[in-house]
């Protein structure tokens, strides 16, 4: 079924953009990422793109992810019959220059209305973004039986790392929605699921099981039709099952869990974009290991809104909220409005911040950062061939 435009969510943001371009660029938007190729729908089918080799200069590009169109971006594009008119600035990559007629070559990425987008501390800050434009991100945790091994319990629903998505979900200006999958697996679901409401405050929590199919309809009614939904979290925790369920057949394959380490065989191993038959449009992606924040600043931590409002009234202005004397939060603590843990994760959120803001100047050296990045780009890949099965960077 090909796509058109408006089914893919085209809409007036990105039309009013449309002014500032070539008349001869084409919008299309990206529904699938490989290597170093990008499948685009919108267009008369779906076409694998190459990006225009100048993108990759860093000289003309702050950073180089900005280069770098994702999943759920709007793109421009020239097709193949253009090529004798473009201008020697604007050359595709190497294979596509070759040829009369090569793939389409992405010129420009729209501006993005909403983005997810992480940084890796192995990576030293450098920002990958996982999803563009996405209204929705459903962030996926799933139950363990009860009698499951202590790693696969370890992997299983983890307040602090949903609160490190909610954060950088919120920052990117799209809506989180914590999905507990796998709810057959646990009796008291509800019990964890109103925990976790409770203690983090006006964020949907939902539980669902993607295998019965319970819960799918309340689950769709959290978004808005046509919208674009993202999906993330770690592997296994049946993110291509919902995608499966909502799409109504088996198109993401999806694999068994391998109950004695919690390390599925980890089948996504790319992120694209699906539509539903009500019109929905989702983002699967493969497993996430680590999830850095990506451009927070204090301010952002809209999950800790009542910690930060608390802690302005602690007697030290650089209060750590550890054990120092008129510490607000820790008195807070104490009278049991919020728990030790998030209070924990709140100063962790913001040693990371303060580390990230001592890290950035060296990060912008441009030629030095050039060549870096690529290693890093290498070493990131080479991973990947090695068998590699969530995204590491
Ligand atoms: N018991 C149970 N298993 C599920 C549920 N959803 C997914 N699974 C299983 O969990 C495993 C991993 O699912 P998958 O969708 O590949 O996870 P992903 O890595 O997040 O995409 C598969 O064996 C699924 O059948 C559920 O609601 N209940
Ligand atoms: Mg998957
Ligand atoms: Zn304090």
Redesign the pocket.
Known sequence: MTLSRNDLGWSEYFEAQLDELDDALIPARIIGQHRREWDLGGLDGVERAVLAGRRWDPEKEAAPDEAQPTVGDWVAVRLPQDHGTRSPTAAPLQHAQAKPTGPPVIEHVFRRRTFLQRSSMARRGQRQTIVANVDTVFI?A?FAREDSHESVAKRSIHPRRLERYVTAVRNGGAQPVIVL?????APDCEKTAAALRERLKNIKVLT?????H?AMDELVATVRPQSTIG?V????????????ALLGSDV??????RESDAR?R???THRELFSTPSGLLLI?T??MREFALADVTPEDLLAFEDIAEQAQHCKFRNCRHQNEPGCAVQAAVLQGLFSEDRVENYRHLLDELEKKAKAEPRKRTQGAAKKSWNRKNRSARAHQRGGGDEEDW
């Open positions: 996926v799933a999958n796998k709810s057959d697996l669902v099981s993607a295998t019965s319970h999906l979290g770690l592997s296994g925790v049946g993110k291509s099952t919902i995608v499966n993401q394959k999806t694999s068994a869990t599925g980890h089948t996504t699967d493969p497993g």
